[in-house]
T-cell receptor, first 112, second 114 residues
C-alpha cells in the first residue's frame, strides 16, 4: 500500500468546515483512499473512501485530485465531537484480508 | 445493538500469566482482525481470520494466538504475558475479502501487565 503524509495536528473552529489534507504521491491505479478517525479512548471509525471521483456521505466529503496524488477530507460543519485523530489510508482493492496500515494521522482539535 | 464487542474492557494482570480477550461481531462479516495500539498510539495489525482460517500473521510473538470458534468470534489468547504487551487491543471485522470494504472496530481492551 502507498505511503501517506498528513499534518500532525490542525485546529478548526466549531461550526466551520474542517479540511484535512493527505498526500499520497505514490498511489497506484487500483488503490483506494480511505479515511478513518479515532476519538479518544474509542476504536477507529470508518468515515469515507474513494478511488477517483469525489465522494460524499452523511459524515464527510472526500475530494481527490485529478492526478490522485492528494486528497482532502471535509467535515462541513465541525462540532466538538469531531475532535479526533484522522487517518488517511491508501489500500489496494482485491487480494487477501489485509489489515489496515495506520500512520500517525492528523489530530484535529475543534475549538469552541 | 453493539456491532463489534470486546470483553473485558480493562484487564490488569501480572507478568507470566496467561489471559484471553474475547471478540464478537453480530454483523455477519466473514473476516475478523486483531490490532494492537501501543503507548505511542501506533495502531498495528496483528492477525486476521477469514472463515476460520488465519490469513495473515504479522511479526507477532507466538505467545499470541487467535482462536475462532465460529465466524462471529475471534478470541485472542496471550501466554506468558510480558510488560511490553501492555497496550490497547482492538478487534475489527469486515464483510468480505477480495474486494475493498470497510472495517468495523470494537471499543478496545486495555491490557496492563504489572
Amino acid at each position: 500500500d502507498a505511503k501517506t503524509t498528513q499534518p500532525p495536528s490542525m485546529d478548526c473552529a466549531e461550526g466551520r468546515a474542517a479540511n484535512l489534507p493527505c498526500n499520497h504521491s505514490t498511489i497506484s491505479g487500483n488503490e483506494y483512499v480511505y479515511w478513518y478517525r479515532q476519538i479518544h479512548s474509542q476504536g477507529p471509525q470508518y468515515i469515507i473512501h474513494g478511488l477517483k471521483n469525489n465522494e460524499t456521505n452523511e459524515m464527510a466529503s472526500l475530494i481527490i485530485t485529478e492526478d490522485r496524488k492528494s486528497s482532502t477530507l471535509i467535515l462541513p460543519h465541525a462540532t466538538l465531537r469531531d475532535t479526533a485523530v484522522y487517518y488517511c489510508i491508501v489500500r489496494s482493492s482485491g487480494g487477501g484480508a489485509d489489515g489496515l496500515t495506520f500512520g500517525k494521522g492528523t489530530h484535529l482539535i475543534i475549538q469552541p | 445493538d453493539t456491532a463489534v464487542s470486546q470483553t473485558p474492557k480493562y484487564l490488569v494482570t501480572q507478568m507470566g500469566n496467561d489471559k484471553s480477550i474475547k471478540c464478537e461481531q453480530n454483523l455477519g462479516h466473514d473476516t475478523m482482525y486483531w490490532y494492537k495500539q501501543d503507548s505511542k498510539k501506533f495502531l498495528k495489525i496483528m492477525f486476521s481470520y477469514n472463515n476460520k482460517e488465519l490469513i495473515i500473521n504479522e511479526t507477532v510473538p507466538n505467545r499470541f494466538s487467535p482462536k475462532s470458534p465460529d465466524k462471529a468470534h475471534l478470541n485472542l489468547h496471550i501466554n506468558s504475558l510480558e510488560l511490553g504487551d501492555s497496550a490497547v487491543y482492538f478487534c475489527a471485522s469486515s464483510p468480505r475479502t477480495g474486494i475493498t470494504d470497510t472495517q468495523y472496530f470494537g471499543p478496545g481492551t486495555r491490557l496492563t501487565v504489572l
